[in-house]
């Protein structure tokens, strides 16, 4: 559970934290110092499965329902179908029950509105995620704002967002809560440090800042850095001025290779939210990548996280557990 969690934040970090890290060593002889140590988040969310399937057991063993998890999927998209999946077999092993509500592309405002309010009052459902984008005539902030703040996994509800910004006990949006536990996880430190967010979106570059930035003494406690946010109109030759004294950089832009080497101050932590399908021309076909580039960066961080392996296996891990969080209504 978050608040749990938070207060289990202010442990002293482990001098080398043993899971989620591989060590690489560059090549004998052609470099005098190791490469970056490369953060797993497959190992991470393995860690934070566990947990919240331990969680789930006690709780039902004090004679608690299973959490029930409900999402609305509209439309076809088909990244969304897949994000979808991994929510439901990531549910599935921790033993929280789930369901898929299928709704076409043409479902009108009114009735995704009506089918939301429905499961609110729900007995049976614990948490409700509207996946996102919904089809254009749909307003997605009148959407997120319909789901009942002590059922919202998502922490997009305006409740769970004015907490957030407010340093109070909320439900955290699972990708700023990854990012939060990667670094915690991993034992980095942010207390005085200067953090760089390259991405200001209100679902994951907004909620990053406002965890790293906000007091660690403060009812949800914060990460006391210097957080610098960047974005699309911030000019290349700044955001290097600003990377470069960075001792976070954390990327959520969509654009791949946002972040190069010369870019990174040596022994910097790099943390990459992005997420770009992008054509491999090798094989001909897709591949996933993130904003940084990883081949290149990694010569010169500290720590780094990859694309695909990073931060996106450990925000299913979080939206678990939100899940749980909701269940068990450790917020409201
Ligand atoms: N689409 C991409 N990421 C997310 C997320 O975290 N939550 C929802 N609801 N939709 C998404």
């Known amino acids: 559970p978050q608040a749990e969690g938070a207060r289990a934040e202010g442990r002293p970090p482990l001098p080398i934290a043993p899971i989620g890290l591989e060590r690489r060593t560059a090549a004998s002889g052609s470099r005098d110092r190791d490469e970056a140590t490369i953060i797993s988040g497959t190992q991470l969310a393995k860690q934070v499965y566990k947990e919240v399937q331990r969680d789930v ?19 076809d998209n088909p990244a969304s179908h897949t994000y979808v999946r991994n929510k439901m077999k990531a549910a599935a092993a921790v033993g929280i029950c789930s369901e898929i509500i299928l709704k076409p592309k043409d479902i009108s405002q009114e009735e995704l509105l ?10 049976r459902v614990n ?67 200067n953090v760089v967010v390259a991405g200001r979106s209100k679902n994951v570059g907004m909620p990053i800042s406002m965890l790293l930035h906000s007091d660690g003494e403060h009812e949800r406690p914060g990460g006391d850095a210097t957080v610098t ?81 990073g931060v996106g296996p450990m925000t299913v891990a979080m939206l678990l557990k939100n899940t749980l969080v909701t269940a068990k209504k450790l917020v409201y």
């Open 57 to 75: 057991e006690s709780w039902m063993s004090l004679g608690n329902k299973r959490p029930h998890l409900t999402v609305i999927l509209v439309g």
């Open 229 to 309: 946010i960047t974005h699309r109109y911030t000019p290349k030759e700044q955001l290097k001025i600003h990377t470069q004294l960075a001792d976070i950089i954390i990327v959520a832009a969509g654009i791949p290779k946002l972040i190069t080497a010369d870019m990174v101050k040596e022994g910097a932590v790099v943390i990459d939210v992005g997420i770009n399908h992008i054509h491999d021309p090798l094989t001909g076909k897709t591949k996933l990548v993130g904003d940084v580039d990883f081949e290149e960066v990694k010569k010169k961080a500290g720590f780094i996280t990859p694309v695909p392996g």
């Open 127 to 193: 948490g409700i995620l509207v996946q996102l984008p919904l089809p254009d005539h749909i307003d997605e902030r009148t959407v997120c704002n319909i789901v009942a703040p002590e059922k919202d996994v998502d922490g997009f509800h305006i409740i769970n967002i004015g907490r957030l910004c407010l340093d109070q006990p909320s439900v955290i949006p699972a990708t700023a809560a990854a990012v939060w536990e990667i670094i915690k996880r991993t034992g980095i430190q942010t207390f005085g440090k």
């Open 114 to 123: 009506d089918l939301t309010a429905k499961l609110n009052h729900d007995s």
